[in-house]
DNA sequence: CTGAAAGCGCTAACAG
DNA sequence: CTGTTAGCGCTTTCAG
């Protein structure tokens, strides 16, 4: 295992310092052209490679963003998290990402993590049973940016970016009713969770508004999931009367129930239609294909690196800010579409 | 922003050196368990936090293993990547992730992003289009491990964990066959990949075992998106003489494939049987539920991550091994399915 | 524009 | 079982 080339090493070829190719190498202003060429020509010959180690040690500053996300496997992860590396590579920052399996200790261990990696600044999507955020308080207290997006806390001391999950909740419940459903279920989960929650709330408004009574008995609690989703499906066709419409709180369950309702022989949208979230892939290739919101997932991994780099290098100040909402819609498709508008 | 208590801060409190403190934390055998205990204390108690940087600095090991990956959004690769961070972490490991974008000059990047990054060991799927790998050969001079998954190097010098992609590919055809199929088309992805490339020689000589003659016209490469997939299937649609059966590398193609040939009134499997591969959940979703290849994503992951990190703690030497190969089945399902076996 | 020198916080010999 | 000592490789004053 041969030893790595320092810029000691340089410096001792070059004969100079190696203060001098440290800053050369830096592009650190004031240093002379010649000097620099030299010295990033011998680097390069020579194999050289910084040691981010000893940099960072030195500089008390890792160049590094922490991402905690409550699981990679779904779309919406995976093309925010997409976003964020393109972003933070271009500006010279790695990504280190950890899952909290939705469990809320999980994130609280990762958090540590995050900490104990000395992040320079932290982007956050909460996991189903998060009740606090005290584990992002230590990066407050030391100064390190934290930046929740999509799954954000209630509390209005944190800077989050979303989308207006009331309103699209409220849009696409209002677009059932308009379809003539009368009884329209609602398939949520955690309502812990913001975007749960504020889905949820966007239903009941809706009907309310429409006059159509809210009952309990129409909401469904799971974790979404196509095991759980399939158990809610089951259990809305085993009700006396069954609902006209279904509002799923995203996609993938929002599919299960439409399996499950064809192979009970009912017609979709007919007997019942059905509407979704996020706009998953699986929306447009499922058969009918299904109602949904159009999530700016790349957007919003874009935009929440983006301030934090801005940020962090002093461009703009992220903390005085409070929430940043993107644009989102509403996408109709054949799941609940009864009528020509 | 208050200083980092550091383990002079600590021996200082408690008048004993800070070797003395840096072995308590770490467990190292041969301290008194009272001093230890003391230590550990103490060290809660002033906040203290380890300092990665200087220990790695020091100890010339990250304790990181680089993960790249063609790109994070797919159930395979989340998948995999869940159980990679399960493993590590356990173990004390962290994980950077980086993604290709399938693009082969984006690979060369993060191998050397990861190289600079010191990792202690990378975990590597390839991109579409990466010719060479040459690009980890600085890894081997360094005697870091590299080890491929699922999308592995030609050239028998690499560790790798695959599954047997020419045996399903194979079974998945002569299925086909059994179920009266007689003209089999076939939607690939670059064969440079062993994974498509495998696929279709199972392809290929289950046919000629069953004495079918291959023909070119019936292979349709792309890259397997949705769009792509889209076009595919309408191409197929226009030929002269529509195939019978589909054979195609992964579920999200057979599923954009049923799609438009339902569109157009196909029956399937009646008029078209098809299979694809991966069992990625739209396979079931879907309707008919397409039948497929059981993909061990989850325990690919995991024996990549322990293979790595037990040959990190010296316990076994992977580099002697050559390739791995898991368990994997025919799934068989509705989009296939003409006869009760 | 460049050099000297100090030190970031930790660990590993080595010596007791 | 514990202390002393000497760096790991880099950046950053402070002087020139």
Redesign the pocket.
């Known amino acids: 295992m041969n030893?790595?080339i320092?810029?000691?090493d340089i410096a001792k070829e070059l004969?100079?310092?190696?203060?001098?190719?440290?800053?050369?190498?830096?592009d650190h202003?004031?240093?002379?052209?010649?000097?620099?060429k030299r010295v990033v020509e011998k680097a390069r010959q020579m194999g050289?490679r910084?040691?981010f180690f000893?940099?960072n040690?030195?500089?008390?500053k890792t160049n590094t963003i922490g991402v905690i996300i409550p699981r990679l496997n779904s779309h919406f992860v995976s093309t925010a998290i997409a976003a964020m590396e393109k972003v933070a590579s271009a500006a010279g920052y790695n990504i280190i990402i950890s899952q909290s399996n939705e469990s809320g200790s999980k994130e609280i261990i990762n958090a540590q993590t995050m900490f104990d990696n000395r992040v320079d600044g932290l982007l956050v999507s909460l996991a189903y049973d998060t009740d606090t955020v005290n584990h992002f308080s230590k990066f407050a207290e030391k100064n390190i940016p934290v930046i929740f997006f999509d799954r954000v806390p209630e509390s209005t001391e944190q800077v989050s970016i979303v989308i207006d999950n009331y309103r699209n909740g409220y849009d696409i419940t209002k677009h059932l009713i308009e379809q003539g459903c009368k009884r329209i279920a609602h398939v949520t989960a955690n309502l812990k969770r913001n975007v749960y929650n504020e889905r949820f709330s966007g239903y009941k408004h809706a009907l309310m508004d429409a006059g159509i009574n809210f009952s309990d008995d129409l909401v469904f609690s799971c974790d979404l999931s196509e095991q759980a989703s399939t158990e809610v499906a089951a259990k809305i066709l085993s009700m006396k009367k069954l609902p006209d419409g279904l509002f799923a709180a995203n996609d993938m369950s929002a599919a299960c129930c439409i399996r499950v309702f064809k192979q009970n022989g009912l017609k979709i949208p007919k007997d019942i239609a059905i509407a979704g979230f996020n706009n998953d892939p699986v929306s447009r290739l499922i058969e009918p294909n299904i109602t949904t919101v159009n999530y700016p997932a790349f957007q919003m991994g874009e935009m929440a690196a983006t301030y934090m780099i801005n940020h962090l290098a002093g461009l703009t100040n992220i903390l005085i800010t409070n929430k940043i909402i993107l644009k989102s819609e509403v996408l109709i498709r054949e799941s609940s579409l009864r009528k020509k508008s």
């Open positions: 030893k790595d320092t810029i000691y004969n100079i310092s190696a203060a001098t190719v440290s800053r050369a190498l830096k202003s004031g240093i002379n052209g010649n000097t620099r050289y910084s040691n000893a940099s040690l030195r500089k008390r």
